[in-house]
């Protein structure tokens, strides 16, 4: 029994479906959105280093080291915007 | 080859497993204890793919900025929104998931010892992936990694901006109720006991 591309793939697809799901699932709470955005990322992040594995190319760590910066200043905004909404309506809840 | 099995199924599967407890659960350490699970096992994975820097990356920058930006900024919101006390049923998760956490990074240790071209004596570790990273980052992305540094750089601006001025914004209303005043307000020329 050997792991090729495929089962790396279906993992990401199912990390992917998962976080989307998360995202409709706590729609009323701003910090599992966040939390489902990450895992999300993390879902393309194991697509691009698989691909980047079976076909022999490092390109893909590359554009993962990419991913990386930009997720965490997104999480840096989402939660400077959570304050703002908490000092502005005494609740983090989203209606 | 065995072994490669075994390590997919039993890292794909935990990583699975704490993406479904992390969107299902509301309280927020319960929710930083299972992303911490997920960043931990999808470092697992990039170990088995060979991408040691990457994993490396992961566990020792990537998983401490999210949790201790997690706790950090909601450690500043009022006292109401702070979750009370756990229960012992609550604090018996927690060890129990801390106790999983500790026994998955002895795992990676122990398939990172297995491997044959890692040599934690000589002094050789992880420079294979690195030294590949390394070359083609700077020769044929460089461009590209200037502007994602650009992008952060904007980001902790945007940031600092926002945060800074507390009597512009409403974020000074924040504590309004509790006379509580940050010593970051106070005009550091002042001192802080003049205040009262």
């Not at chain 2, 060979?50 to 949790?67: C, D, M, N, R």
Request: include cysteine; proline fraction near 3%; hydrophobic fraction near 55%.
């Amino acid at each position: 029994m050997i792991i090729d591309l495929f089962h790396y793939l279906i993992l990401g697809i199912i990390l992917f479906v998962l976080g989307i799901t998360g995202i409709f699932l706590n729609r009323y709470n701003i910090i599992s959105i966040l939390i489902s955005i990450q895992i999300i990322l993390l879902g393309t992040i194991l697509n691009f280093v698989s691909f980047s594995k079976f076909f022999q190319s490092i390109g893909g760590q590359i554009f993962t080291l990419f991913i990386l910066p930009i997720s965490i200043a997104e999480i840096l905004i989402g939660l400077v915007f959570i304050l703002l909404l908490c000092s502005k309506k005494r609740s983090i809840a989203l209606e | 080859m065995m072994f490669n099995v075994f390590f997919f199924y039993l890292f794909a599967s935990a990583l699975v497993g704490s993406a479904i407890g992390a969107i299902s659960v509301k309280r927020l350490p319960q929710i930083l204890l299972f992303i911490a699970g997920v960043l931990l096992n999808t470092a697992g994975l990039f170990f088995l793919l060979g991408a040691k820097f990457l994993a490396t990356v992961l566990i020792i920058v990537y998983l401490p900025i999210i949790v201790f930006l997690f706790l950090f900024f909601l450690g500043k919101l009022p006292k109401n929104h702070s979750p009370q006390d756990p229960t012992v049923i609550q604090k018996s998760f927690y060890m129990m998931g801390a106790l999983f956490l500790m026994t998955e990074m002895i795992w990676i240790l122990i398939y990172q010892l297995k491997q044959k071209d890692i040599t934690f004596i000589q002094g050789k570790i992880y420079l294979e992936n690195i030294y590949q990273i390394g070359v083609v980052l700077y020769q044929n992305y460089f461009l590209m990694l200037q502007m994602v540094e650009l992008i952060l750089l904007g980001a902790i601006v945007g940031v600092i901006t926002i945060m800074k001025d507390p009597q512009k914004n409403t974020s000074s209303n924040l504590h309004q109720d509790e006379k509580y005043n940050s010593s970051l307000n106070f005009p550091i020329t002042k001192g802080v006991w003049e205040q009262e």
